[in-house]
């Protein structure tokens, strides 16, 4: 079975997207989970991605409380129950990249509290990230993904690539690239890349110490990993891609019908809508290209406490969107 994709074919799923670090928020979707799971209405609870990373105050980012209390629900009901997928904003963290947006710094806040955490829950957390799968396909012919479709993942070549991803072969390999050349030689060039200085920027981003610390070498990566790499790069693209945005609808349409065809191929039955997050929507959900479910649980939702969950029997046939929106659900509202 393929390392990136879980394939359901029965049992109901209580789906949420983007988190972004909101413990309160959390905490509904979790009790809500498991109240009704004790009245046998949902089977397994699906994180969709981005559960880190708030845009207010550091101290109200629960980011890494939230993680701990996955992992540990996680072990405790089993990865059947309790799925988490992938987001852009964990990918980031597994790499040792900085993300920013305008002016927000998303990374330094996670890197610093995992760092306070120490090595051994740090290693715990990452491993965790490490091994998160991409890609939900079910019976129902729904598919769950934190990002919509995006051209490179729609091809059968994506498809390749990304149903057996390997960070850690890929790191491993940048690595043994870098290590081959002087560090300060790779350290005037990431201040010709960036415009900033290495050690600064390391200490900032990564949370390292100094020059003997183990992970002092982790931000120039930065320097390999670029969207040339072919791998990465489309990796990249799967988790940062805009969906319909900056293309003409025609074009998301056609791309959305090839990603559903292609990720098909071995699925327990034809996959025919996609339920991602990732976007902010107006309400709790948008429809897109006919085929499409946007679910914004809180983050992405406006206002926030639109914000929506979807029960989703695995097993029962869905033909298009549409058929979902009487099975949304409030944690926010009576
Ligand atoms: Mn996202």
Not at 122 to 142: I, K, S, W
Not at 149 to 170: I, K, M, N, T, Y
Request: charged share 25%; with cysteine.
């Amino acid at each position: 079975m393929s390392r990136r994709v879980r394939d359901f074919r029965d049992g109901v799923a209580m789906i949420v997207t983007d988190l972004h670090g909101d413990g309160e928020a959390y905490g509904r979707y979790r009790d809500r989970f498991l109240e009704l799971r004790a009245q046998g209405r949902a089977d397994r609870l699906i994180l969709c991605g981005d559960l880190i990373h708030s845009e207010g105050p550091a101290h109200q980012d629960m980011s890494l409380p939230i993680l701990r209390d996955v992992m540990r629900l996680q072990t405790e009901l089993g990865p059947d129950r309790v799925v988490v997928l992938l987001g852009n904003h964990e990918l980031v963290h597994i790499y040792s990249l900085p993300l920013s947006r305008g002016e927000v710094d998303y990374s330094p806040g996670f890197e610093r509290k995992l760092a306070e955490a120490g090595p051994a829950f740090r290693a715990e957390v990452l491993g965790f990230l490490n091994d998160l799968p991409f890609f939900v396909r079910t019976a129902a012919g729904v598919m769950v993904a934190h990002v919509g479709p995006s051209p490179a993942a729609a091809l059968p070549a994506g498809r390749e690539v990304l149903a057996e991803f390997d960070h850690r072969a890929l790191i491993e390999a940048v690595d043994a690239g870098l290590a081959k050349r002087p560090l300060a030689e790779l350290k005037a060039e990431y201040g010709r890349l960036t415009g900033g200085s290495y050690d600064e920027d390391a200490a900032y981003f990564l949370a390292v110490t100094g020059p003997d610390d183990p992970r002092y070498r982790d931000l120039l990566r930065v320097l390999a990993l670029d969207r040339r790499e072919p791998a990465f790069g489309v990796l990249w693209e799967a988790f940062f891609c805009r969906n319909e945005r900056g293309i003409s609808q025609d074009v998301y349409a056609s791309v959305v019908a090839r990603f559903l065809e292609t990720w098909s191929n071995g699925a327990p039955a034809a996959q025919r809508v996609i339920v991602s997050g990732h976007i902010p929507v107006a309400g709790g959900y948008q429809i897109v290209a006919d085929r499409q479910l946007r679910l914004a649980s809180r983050a992405h939702a406006h206002p926030d406490h639109a914000g929506l969950y979807l029960l989703l029997d695995c097993a029962a046939p869905i033909q298009s969107p549409e058929e979902l929106v009487s099975h949304l659900g409030s944690v926010f509202e009576p």
